[in-house]
């Protein structure tokens, strides 16, 4: 007994580390599908960028790890700026086909010049010293690094609630998602805040590739191997939603995680049909609106 309440403890906190950073990088594409109605299948490709340049911040330019962390957050927020001017917002109009045949084509070309760049093999991010021993929490020693995503990641989560909920430009956000037409005709300017709203999350997609760099480590196909986990865990949520993604994700990282550790032969069946049986009973998602 005493052995499954241990192995039980270490699931759930592993898990709980996991989806601390699918959160992370779905949360901006659960924002950013929901207010503009565009099916970005290229968003892994933005945690895949902030992956590769904390790696490369750090061991191309001795940036320390938290100065490397912010820095390739940023950085990627900045171009995918630039880019959704120059490509995103010339489909907003467009059919979903041409939508999926865009973002797919941009996973292509993302994942050529990361093997071009990277080569083919799994890279990490190096840890500082600081984040390579053990905590002591509860009688019990858990990795620092996982406790040090968990609570990044925590404090990420309120910051991002906190802003979105309580300021004007979260206010609106949430009335573009509610209803686009009716922002428009108040005065809101919805294509900069398209372009604010796409920032954001593409940042935290950055965000959270690079502070999870260590748990899924980059690789050139990274935005088609997380691919389906991301469209899970907003589709789990629901679309244009905080708290969904944030059950979803959660579900999503402890479930895939006991699997993986109870019945690894399996692999991550149950959570395909768990999702599955999910979206039969709320196609909407947990907390999605039926449209």
């Known amino acids: 007994m005493e052995a499954f309440l241990s192995s039980l403890v270490s699931v759930a906190f592993h898990g709980l580390a996991y989806g601390m950073i699918l959160y992370a990088i779905s949360v901006?594409?659960?924002?950013?599908?929901?207010?503009?109605?565009?099916?970005?299948?290229?968003?892994?490709?933005?945690?895949?960028?902030?992956?590769?340049?904390?790696?490369?911040?750090?061991?191309?330019f001795g940036l320390p790890w938290l100065p490397a962390l912010l820095a390739s957050c940023l950085i990627v927020a900045v171009f995918s700026m630039l880019l959704e001017k120059a490509l995103y917002s010339r489909l907003y109009a467009a059919g979903e086909l041409e939508q999926v045949l865009f973002t797919i084509g941009l996973i292509f070309i993302a994942v050529a010049v990361a093997r071009l760049a990277y080569g083919p093999n799994p890279l990490a991010a190096p840890l500082p010293s600081y984040l390579k021993g053990q905590l002591s929490l509860g009688g019990r020693s858990f990795p620092a690094y996982r406790v040090a995503v968990i609570a990044t990641s925590a404090l990420l989560i309120a910051t991002l609630w906190i802003g979105l909920e309580r300021t004007r430009w979260g206010a609106m956000v949430r009335a573009a998602v509610d209803n686009r037409a009716m922002a428009q005709s108040v005065g809101i300017d919805t294509a900069r805040l398209f372009t604010l709203t796409f920032a954001l999350g593409s940042g935290l997609a950055a965000l959270g590739g690079a502070l999870g760099a260590d748990l899924m480590a980059m690789t050139p196909t990274y935005p088609f191997e997380q691919l389906v986990y991301f469209l899970i865990v907003v589709a789990i949520g629901g679309l244009g939603s905080l708290r969904g993604p944030f059950v979803g994700a959660l579900l999503i990282g402890i479930g895939d995680t006991a699997c993986k550790y109870w019945v690894p032969e399996l692999g991550a069946f149950f959570v395909y049909v768990a999702t599955i049986a999910l979206l039969l009973w709320k196609p909407a998602g947990l907390f999605g609106r039926h449209v």
């Open 28 to 60: 901006g594409l659960s924002v950013t599908m929901g207010l503009m109605g565009f099916v970005n299948l290229a968003h892994g490709v933005f945690a895949m960028a902030g992956g590769y340049l904390m790696i490369t911040l750090m061991l191309a």
